[in-house]
């Protein structure tokens, strides 16, 4: 059974700082990594995805893919309050519709 | 914007209630997707479909079933329901890129 493992948390940065979240993967056939960002009594919604080994930038998020240690990051600059939220690692298989989450890592940014 | 609407934001059922919670998009997307969401378990997957009358199992299909008879209608059925079933279930939609999430239904068992 594929396995999508993150640190549950919580993480707690300085407002300004950066942010780290780390998301590991079991399937090596996995070819598709998402984070999402879910609020307090919110449903998931989609901050970034990635496919190719290397970083992708997006404003103040950075997505990070290396597949040789299956790990997939994500980087938040400049933290903000409202960026406060659990972030969810997803993968799946390319051409295969079931998508896989983690179990979340809880963000709380202090003022 | 794509809209993914579930039926019902709360509910309350009995034990061994037959309960439909029901899942409408309006993007024309081929994939749907149910996930029940727990504290500490994250979303897991109950089931999906890739098509109109095709439905695949996910990683806890136990005590539940699925309905896809139109492609913007994804429907899941507790056949009897139990305290266990006690969560938040979130329907997903995908072209096969960004999952879409409706509002989440909170469903409580007594």
């Known amino acids: 059974q594929k396995e999508v493992e993150q640190n549950s948390g919580p993480l707690s940065v300085p407002e300004g700082a950066i942010a780290s979240l780390n998301c590991t993967y079991s399937d090596r056939g996995s070819q598709s990594f998402f984070w999402y960002r879910q609020y307090s009594g919110k449903s998931p919604e989609l901050i970034m995805f990635i496919y190719s080994n290397g970083d992708k930038e997006d404003g103040r998020f950075t997505a990070q893919l290396n597949k040789a240690s299956q790990y997939v990051s994500l980087l938040i600059r400049d933290s903000q309050p409202s960026d406060s939220a659990t972030y969810l690692c997803a993968v799946n298989d390319f051409g295969n519709e079931k998508l896989t989450f983690g179990t979340g890592t809880r963000l709380t940014i202090i003022p | 914007d794509v809209k993914v609407t579930q039926s019902s934001r709360y509910l309350v059922k009995r034990t061994g209630e037959k309960v439909f919670l029901e899942c409408v998009q309006d993007?024309?997307?081929?994939?749907m997707f149910w996930y029940r969401q727990d504290p500490g378990l994250g979303l897991r997957l109950i089931y999906f479909s890739y098509d109109v009358k095709m439905k695949e199992k996910g990683d806890i299909p136990e005590g539940y079933s699925v309905s896809r008879e139109k492609k913007e209608r994804f429907s899941l059925i507790l056949e009897s329901a139990s305290t266990n079933q006690t969560s938040m279930y979130l329907c997903a939609s995908t072209p096969n890129t960004e999952a879409f999430f409706g509002q989440g239904t909170r469903l409580t068992v007594v």
């Open positions: 993007m024309d997307h081929e994939n």
